[in-house]
């Protein structure tokens, strides 16, 4: 109580007469009621999210498939580290997982470069007009992944495409020839070229739109401060805007990080199929190992999802580290 | 800062000179390829949506419509993208799905937001942590267990959660969860909390200053965080694409998208059609939101 009433009183000069009128009520739902208020949204999380992170560690050390979901059949057998030898000792796994680094690193450098550059030009244009081209920017964000991909499929089709025609049109010797039929899905260095551009032309906005805003919190004088040290545009970029917006960057990155890994919806499309696993990134990997594989190995789709995870799970305590020195979490 | 106040000093301190200003010509430049990188993708999505066949089963493809149709919106709205089921079907199960979750998911995040907001108590932070860190683990590294988990329990109860949009509903009320929380607490710290003291001491009480004094403060950030889950829902794939299987009636939008595109794949005047119907809705609810879309993503570090 004595708490109470101390806290009352350095909040001003309302008197006494008041902290006997609210201390009271407030004091009887203080203990349960934050509770009972997050209960229902946590127990959905940990039924729905949170479990089958457990039981996706437990089911990559036992030999799960379809045949354990009949009903009267036994459950699945516990056969150790069996998924995982398998997996480090499998050529085919680590060559995905090598292209879902290299493809990941490729779309967050790409993003992460243009959005920054296109936030500086969003800042030097004049309002009017990079109003107009926020707003298309705007387009290309919001469109969902499935319409995007089916576009950017539709824009690369062999014969019919528009980026194929065009290709054709243009000079043999500039370009090389036989572009309009030319399938750019079949093989992984083409196919992951055009994924990446679908993935780069939906996320740069957002670190475009983001850094404007940053730079736009960024006081004029330094930038002035500089130019009378006869600083050139790169040079201040590196010693006025980048320190400055540094947690920003740390976060931008960490979100597209995360953002890319998982990127599953336009392979789905791109791909079209489960066929070619050259083009197989991980998620696209459990996926095809828990419900495309005949018969589905819950298992080893597990095992894969287990090491994406982890990768993830890395990436987070990173942004973890930065919303916690942002003071989210108090 | 427009060009017409020449003499002004701008943002830099610098003189608008003519010279000057044919100096910005490669910034413009620079601004138009941007622009039409950005929306080139969005109007071949349309432009082709109104192309009759013959413009589009071609090798001289033409920027704009020679003859604009809407046969292929006739066939999408009106025929039957998936034998038996037509378009409306559909759109009433994804708005079934979207809207329900969204406000199943927008009354559970004010509760628990007001918890985090306004009280302080032992498992608060770890309550935030756990937010944070559920947000990023990917629904495709947890989809097989989720999966199995859905299965088991339709089993065990005899309540059917795969198959149709009950299970969906479930999942992505869940999925919303974090992110609405967490944008939804700001808004309620906002709230002063003298107004609802003042509240109290004349005598109002806890569900009356809630209806009466907190909601219609915190009503724009509900609004913008149950936009921002409408579109995540609208646009989820993998998950329904998981429960639904092989269960046409249920199918959400995207889903149908994709299964007429594996079947009949050829036929891109319908597929760019129902492709454009599919973003219309996440467009227009885009620009209500496209502020807070930054700064809940963001969250505190672009300040001001």
């Known amino acids: ?330 | 800062m427009s060009a017409t106040s020449t003499t002004a000093p701008t943002r830099g301190g610098y003189r608008r000179s003519p010279l000057r200003r044919l100096r910005s010509l490669p910034l413009y430049l620079a601004g138009i390829a941007v622009l039409l990188f950005s929306v080139f993708p969005v109007y071949w999505m349309v432009a082709t949506a109104f192309k009759p066949v013959g413009e589009i089963f071609t090798r001289d493809q033409t920027f704009f419509p020679q003859a604009p149709t809407l046969e292929h919106f006739d066939r999408v709205l009106n025929g039957q993208l998936i034998p038996g089921v037509n378009f409306w079907q559909f759109l009433g199960n994804s708005l079934v799905v979207t809207l329900g979750a969204v406000g199943m998911g927008a009354f559970l995040s004010l509760l628990a937001a007001m918890a985090v907001a306004r009280f302080r108590f032992k498992l608060r932070t770890a309550f935030i942590i756990l937010l944070l860190v559920i947000q990023m683990v990917p629904m495709e590294a947890m989809i097989i267990s989720i999966f199995i988990n859905f299965r088991q329990l339709s089993d065990a109860t005899g309540a059917q959660l795969l198959g149709n949009l009950s299970g969906l509903l479930i999942v992505y009320t869940a999925v919303s969860l974090p992110i609405t929380i967490l944008m939804l607490r700001g808004f309620v710290v906002a709230v002063p909390k003298e107004l609802e003291e003042a509240a109290a001491i004349d005598g109002a009480s806890g569900w009356t200053i809630f209806w009466r004094i907190l909601m219609p403060l915190v009503a724009p950030g509900l609004v913008a965080a149950s936009i921002f889950a409408f579109i995540t829902a609208w646009n989820e794939f993998i998950v329904a694409l998981t429960f639904l299987g092989r269960s046409t009636d249920g199918y959400t939008l995207p889903l149908t998208l994709s299964y007429y595109f594996g079947r009949f794949g050829t036929e891109w005047g319908p597929i760019m059609a129902a492709s454009t119907l599919l973003t219309i809705p996440v467009m227009i609810f885009f620009l209500f939101v496209q502020r807070r879309m930054v700064s809940g993503l963001t969250m505190g570090a672009v300040k001001g």
């Open chain 1, 1 to 330: 109580m004595a708490h109470t009433v101390e806290r009352a009183a350095d909040r001003g000069k309302e008197g006494t007469v008041r902290v006997t009128a609210d201390s009271a009520p407030k004091r009887r739902r203080k203990l349960p009621t934050p509770y009972l208020l997050i209960a229902p949204a946590l127990i959905l999380l940990a039924v729905v999210l949170l479990w089958p992170i457990v039981q996706m560690v437990w089911y990559s050390l036992t030999s799960f498939t379809t045949r354990n979901l009949l009903p009267n059949q036994p459950g699945p057998e516990w056969n150790g580290f069996a998924h995982y030898q398998r997996l480090l000792t499998d050529p085919e796994f680590w060559t995905i997982l090598r292209n879902t680094v290299v493809v990941c690193v490729l779309m967050v450098g790409i993003t992460m470069v243009l959005g920054t550059l296109i936030g500086i030009l969003l800042h030097k244009l004049p309002k009017w007009f990079s109003t107009i081209v926020s707003i298309g920017m705007m387009l290309a964000w919001a469109t969902p992944a499935l319409s995007a991909s089916l576009v950017f499929r539709w824009l690369f089709l062999p014969e019919r495409g528009l980026v194929n025609v065009m290709l054709d049109r243009l000079p043999d010797w500039l370009v090389g020839g036989g572009w309009l039929e030319y399938n750019w899905f079949l093989q992984p260095g083409s196919l992951f070229t055009i994924l990446i551009t679908v993935i780069v032309w939906q996320s740069f906005p957002f670190v475009a739109v983001s850094v404007l805003a940053g730079l736009k919190s960024i006081p004029g004088e330094l930038y002035e401060a500089a130019k009378m040290d006869g600083a050139s545009a790169w040079k201040s970029f590196w010693n006025v805007t980048f320190p400055m917006l540094r947690p920003l960057f740390a976060l931008l990155l960490v979100l597209q990080i995360i953002w890319d890994l998982r990127v599953f919806t336009q392979l789905y499309i791109l791909a079209n199929s489960f066929q070619n696993k050259d083009v197989y990134l991980l998620s696209y990997y459990i996926y095809q190992q828990g419900f495309s594989a005949s018969p589905a190995n819950y298992g080893m789709g597990s095992a894969i999802a287990v090491v994406m995870t982890v990768m993830i799970l890395a990436v987070t305590a990173y942004y973890l580290r930065i919303m916690i020195r942002q003071g989210e979490t108090r």
